[in-house]
């Protein structure tokens, strides 16, 4: 009885919260009318407009309302803007390419920079979507090392251990990096295989000194998880485990429950998945050398994107010599299903574009989560799936970047990061072959109050993306 006379106690403050008095006397920068407004964060899920004013949730309210600018979302919905935390490739292409599927926030916290200051420099001008990096192991150990690759460790980054003082230059870098206002801290184990456990123990205790968390793409299966949340708990630092989908295969749903487990003794670990079977990295990479070039009998699960071609002992060798990305066919659909609709996952894209080439999940994660798992298998419901994708990922990161606090939510004050999407008809179009096709859907993009995406095509000219940075 209490409990229900509180709830009905909250609809309405809420009510009263969402319909401000002198609403139509107002008029805002901008309005978005009749929508179906889902925001994770209260539970709202209502026909209701939005005022949109100085980049800014203005006003939700079933009041009249007049706007500068008005965008008309009947039969659509209205949801914070996707909120990408794994997402390679940083550059107006690819932040055009997320756009078009519903992204307002992009960040690189795998691989991320070894030089925090510079990266953000680089876009200080505006982008077209907001944008982040983290410190990344990775990338401090290529430049520490001396190593000759430039997006992953092909030589001394990866197969030469590092001296402690070696390790005490890789620790500093790091943390200076975080200084800088890193998001995160990134690492890969597999592209470092070298890398003691004395080192990624130090680079652990940086984050747990910071309260920072380590996104992490493990060894793979269960063995690798538990890497991860020993160096994690010795260290006493958050972690967050990249792609567990494309790490533990058959082993995902063991995984799952052992970070269900972890969480449940207090432990601060997240994850995220990306609704694709086949992954994609650099065939140079050592993951890929070390993994399939060892093992000739599984060559035929990599293909070569620019021909389709699986490879072979002799293609191995030649693309090997080229370099570029290739396609991972190593994962199973129901495993990949099994991670997207578990409450534990973040939805995020490992988007991945080089040279025109790329991965799909580049362009469709988030169409092909909203149309494949949502609106075909109804495996997931429009609101889980709007929060893996807004309010999840923003949770994460808030406690490190404060800013993040308004972002993922549909309320007033918060940033006015909107993505409307029509869910009749949202779905992604991308294939192996076809990886820049954009979706179909998306019918608005919204970052800080201004439309990236209008009527389902991308606005030119515009760039409101604004840095996602931890204090300094």
């Known amino acids: 009885m209490i409990q229900s006379l509180l709830l009905g106690l909250l609809i309405i403050l809420q009510a009263c919260a969402f319909s401000p008095q002198g609403t139509e006397n107002s008029v805002y920068d901008r309005v978005i009318l009749g929508g179906q407004v889902m925001d994770p964060g209260s539970g709202l899920d209502a026909v209701s407009n939005v005022g949109l004013r100085n980049g800014r949730i203005a006003v939700i309210t079933t009041r009249a309302m007049r706007g500068r600018d008005t965008i008309d979302a009947r039969g659509f919905v209205v949801a914070p803007g996707f909120i990408d935390i794994h997402a390679h490739g940083q550059t107006p292409e690819t932040y055009r390419f997320q756009s078009l599927d519903g992204v307002t926030t992009s960040l690189e916290l795998e691989l991320g920079t070894s030089d925090v200051a510079a990266w953000y420099r680089e876009r200080s001008a505006g982008e077209r979507i907001n944008h982040g990096v983290s410190i990344g192991h990775i990338k401090v150990r290529m430049q520490v090392m001396g190593d000759s690759g430039t997006i992953m460790p092909v030589s001394d980054g990866a197969y030469r251990p590092a001296s402690p003082a070696q390790i005490g230059e890789i620790v500093k870098r790091i943390d200076l990096g975080l200084r800088e206002g890193a998001v995160s801290i990134g690492a890969g184990f597999p592209y ?13 205790r940086v984050a747990g000194t910071a309260k920072t968390p380590v996104h992490v793409h493990i060894r793979p ?120 609709t578990s409450p534990l996952t973040i939805i995020a894209s490992d988007a991945y574009w080089q040279g025109g080439r790329g991965h799909p999940r580049t362009t469709g994660t988030f169409s092909r989560v909203l149309g494949r798992y949502v609106r075909e298998a109804h495996t997931l419901s429009r609101m889980e799936a709007i929060r893996k994708m807004t309010l999840m990922p923003a949770q994460r990161l808030e406690a490190r970047v404060p800013a993040m606090r308004q972002k993922g939510r549909l309320r007033v004050g918060a940033d006015a990061d909107i993505t409307i999407f029509d869910p009749a008809q949202v779905l992604d179009r991308s294939t192996y072959r076809e990886p820049s096709l954009s979706p179909v859907g998306i019918q608005h993009v919204i970052v800080n109050g201004v439309s990236v995406i209008s009527n389902g095509k991308a606005v030119e000219g515009v760039a409101p993306g604004r840095a996602v940075r931890a204090p300094r």
Do not use: C, K
């Open 192 to 204: 470092t295989p070298a890398a003691t456990r004395d080192e990624l123990l130090a680079v652990f």
């Open 221 to 340: 299966w269960a063995a690798g998880l538990r890497e991860a949340l020993s160096l994690a708990s010795e260290a006493n630092a958050s972690l967050h485990v990249v792609h567990i989908n494309s790490a533990g295969h058959a082993e995902t749903p063991m995984m799952l429950e052992m970070i269900r487990d972890a969480r449940a003794r207090g432990r601060d670990v997240t994850t995220e998945a990306y609704p694709y079977a086949a992954g994609m990295t650099e065939i140079q990479s050592a993951t890929i050398q070390d993994t399939w070039g060892s093992a000739p009998e599984r060559l035929g699960e990599l293909e070569w994107p620019p021909t389709g071609e699986r490879l072979n002992r002799e293609s191995f060798s030649r693309y090997t010599r080229i370099g570029g990305p290739v396609v991972v066919h190593s994962n199973t659909e129901p495993m990949v299903a099994l991670a997207i």
